[in-house]
């Protein structure tokens, strides 16, 4: 059980808009900056936003991040083929001595 | 080009232990803190361990607290991950990342290495 809540899947056509939701409590998203990263099959995961909604240089516009009060969400607007991967949201817990949380996972399908 | 690294995983008994080594180039190593992150087969990620640039700030996952010990080494552009007491579920992927950040030992996780793949079984 992951201490960030996320869906397990998700999917959309070519060109659609998706978002992908994050979950968590007040020692973590509540107070605390969110990241974002996809992993593709067989590959390291690879930072897509940092500090809740800044992209790293190299990482399309077309990827926004989002966060208010307990919650995040990653969007994707005109979805493509290779955005199908595993997408993990992430956050700094202020519980017991400090410590990283990841959400589960979202797998998204690209129809 | 920063180049991570990793070493050390194999098949060990449970209860035996083993070290995880991480070899880094193409950034000021002594700059920049240091993580451990882990994925079990077909599973999701688990943060596992974080060490800030000075090793002033260390920090572990409850699952893994007083077995693994995180360590750097300056001299040698290496991180380092004691693991011992091993068991079942320490099986996975480990992988080596990047901090952003010298002290902040936050997930910005800006490159990651291949991993090395630790099985503990008997």
């Known amino acids: 059980q992951s201490v960030l809540t996320q869906p397990p899947s998700a999917s959309g056509t070519p060109g659609q808009r998706v978002t992908i939701s994050c979950s968590g409590s007040?020692?973590?998203?509540?107070?605390?900056?969110v990241y974002w990263f996809h992993q593709l099959p067989g590959t390291a995961p690879k930072l897509l936003i940092y500090r809740n909604n800044q992209r790293p240089s190299g990482v399309p516009d077309r990827f926004s991040g989002s966060k208010s009060g307990t919650s995040a969400s990653l969007a994707i607007s005109g979805l493509r083929s290779e955005d199908e991967a595993d997408y993990y949201c992430a956050a700094w817990d202020d519980s017991l001595s400090g410590h990283v949380v990841f959400g589960g996972g979202t797998q998204l399908t690209v129809l | 080009e920063v180049q991570l690294v990793e070493s050390g995983g194999g098949l060990v008994q449970p209860g035996r232990s083993l070290r995880l080594s991480c070899v880094a180039s193409g950034f000021t190593f002594d700059d920049y803190a240091m993580h451990w992150v882990r994925q079990p087969p077909g599973k999701g990620l688990e943060w596992v361990s974080g060490?800030?640039?000075?090793?002033?700030?260390?920090a572990y996952a409850d699952s893994v607290k007083g077995r693994f010990t995180i360590s750097r080494d300056s001299a040698k552009n290496s991180l380092y991950l004691q693991m011992n007491s091993l068991r079942a579920e320490d099986s996975a992927l480990y992988y080596c990342?990047?901090?952003?950040?010298?002290?902040?030992?936050?997930?910005?996780?800006?490159?990651w290495g291949q991993g090395t793949l630790v099985t503990v079984s008997s």
């Open positions: 060490i800030s640039w000075n090793s002033g700030r260390i």
């Open positions: 990342a990047k901090g952003m950040d010298y002290n902040d030992l936050g997930p910005w996780f800006d490159y």
């Open positions: 007040s020692s973590n998203i509540g107070g605390n900056y």
